[in-house]
């Protein structure tokens, strides 16, 4: 049972981040109601791909994520020290929206949380291999 939540929470985390990666990439800054210029939006583009290609690796692990620690552990410290920056802009410029919570709880405490889950349920698929 541990396992099927573990799956259904990294689904679930993978859906945010190819939800928000993709909008990202085919709105451009223009998502985040952000100044459109060429150099910025490029490179929120380009950020946007990098989340919907962790949103794809987190799907990839789903089918055997016992076995895909490093993996997980990979993605997990990507998008953590991602969320301490983006905490670190938070404290520059107040924006508290939803869509900013939403994403430091995501960032700061989901994810480490699947991250543990994810250790949690290889120690158990390794004491019960035969």
């Given at each position: 049972?541990?396992?099927?939540?573990?799956?259904?929470a990294v689904a679930f985390s993978a859906?945010?981040?190819?939800?928000?990666?993709?909008?990202?990439?085919?709105?451009?800054?223009?998502?985040?109601?952000?100044?459109n210029t060429a150099a910025v939006d490029?490179?929120?583009?380009?950020?946007?791909?990098?989340?919907?290609?962790?949103?794809?690796?987190?799907?990839?692990?789903?089918?055997?994520?016992?076995?895909?620690?490093?993996?997980?552990?990979?993605?997990?410290?990507?998008?953590?020290?991602?969320?301490?920056?983006?905490?670190?802009?938070?404290?520059?410029?107040?924006?508290?929206?939803?869509?900013?919570?939403?994403?430091?709880?995501?960032?700061?405490?989901?994810?480490?949380?699947?991250?543990?889950?994810?250790?949690?349920?290889?120690?158990?698929?390794?004491?019960?291999?035969?």
């Amino acid at each position: 049972m541990e396992r099927i939540c573990l799956q259904l929470a990294v689904a679930f985390s993978a859906a945010v981040l190819l939800g928000v990666g993709l909008s990202g990439v085919l709105l451009g800054v223009k998502f985040l109601h952000g100044t459109n210029t060429a150099a910025v939006d490029n490179y929120f583009r380009f950020l946007s791909a990098m989340a919907a290609g962790m949103g794809v690796m987190y799907l990839m692990t789903i089918p055997h994520i016992e076995l895909h620690g490093e993996r997980m552990g990979t993605l997990s410290f990507l998008i953590f020290v991602g969320g301490l920056a983006h905490l670190y802009g938070f404290t520059l410029r107040p924006t508290p929206t939803i869509g900013t919570l939403s994403a430091l709880f995501m960032e700061l405490f989901f994810v480490p949380l699947l991250w543990l889950g994810q250790r949690h349920v290889a120690r158990k698929a390794l004491r019960n291999a035969p």
